[in-house]
């Protein structure tokens, strides 16, 4: 089954605020990354944080991380137009076996 | 961009009949992978591979086959296409445990 589960499913909000998106994951990690994908292209990488880190920024990005929870969150702050897009979490898992696997992702709209 | 192509982007095809889809990188990655994506279900695992003729099933391996007979290239095969495979079919490429790279889909009709 996939490993991460994203929330909200979808999001509206205006341009210049921030957005926030959940993502829920199964077994034990060693990393958590974030991903997003315009309409129709390929995913592109955002953001790795490791089991061992708590948060980490990246620009307008903000990722934290709980891993007593299984949890991690994604925020975007001063969205833009630009930022309309679905957003995914993806871990490895299974030990030594790499494979990578996604949630369901979350569909991020902003208006401007 | 990371060198990743699919080919081929569009494809239609009929109930019954072989489909293989193409994954070539040009990076020298150990693991490749192949996704498909439908609406409501994200991004699906369907097999990977971790090295040149090692593979493994992922979520959604049943009724897709795989090989890589070289570091550069994953093949997906159809053996029978059904019309539950109509899909956008994502391959992706990093080196384990890091970022991984996405070539840009390939959108298959079975009809």
């Known amino acids: 089954s996939q490993q991460g589960e994203e929330d909200p499913q979808a999001l509206s909000i205006q341009e210049g605020e921030n957005a926030t998106m959940n993502c829920s994951y199964k077994?034990?990690?060693?990393?958590l990354q974030w991903y997003r994908q315009n309409s129709g292209r390929g995913l592109v990488h955002l953001i790795l944080?490791?089991?061992?880190?708590r948060e980490k920024h990246s620009g307008r990005l903000r990722v934290t991380l709980d891993t007593s929870k299984k949890s991690s969150s994604l925020l975007i702050t001063a969205s833009r137009a630009a930022d309309t897009a679905s957003y995914f979490c993806?871990?490895?898992?299974?030990?030594?076996?790499?494979?990578?696997?996604f949630g369901k992702g979350t569909k991020l709209s902003v208006i401007p | 961009d990371a060198g990743i192509t699919q080919s081929p982007r569009h494809k239609v095809t009929e109930t019954g009949t072989p489909v293989t889809l193409r994954c070539h990188q040009t990076?020298?990655?150990?693991?490749m992978y192949w996704y498909r994506q439908d609406p409501g279900h994200g991004l699906r695992l369907i097999h990977y591979?971790?090295?040149?003729?090692?593979?493994d099933k992922g979520e959604v391996s049943d009724g897709y086959s795989v090989s890589r007979s070289k570091t550069e290239d994953f093949l997906l095969t159809l053996e029978s296409a059904t019309s539950s495979q109509t899909s956008v079919y994502f391959c992706?490429?990093?080196?384990?445990?890091?970022?991984?790279?996405f070539g840009q889909g390939t959108r298959l009709t079975v009809v």
């Open positions: 992706a490429i990093s080196t384990g445990d890091t970022e991984a790279f």
């Open positions: 077994t034990s990690i060693n990393n």
């Open positions: 944080i490791r089991s061992n880190e």
């Open positions: 993806a871990s490895y898992s299974g030990a030594g076996s790499y494979q990578l696997t």
């Open positions: 990076e020298n990655h150990r693991y």
């Open positions: 591979s971790y090295g040149v003729k090692d593979t």
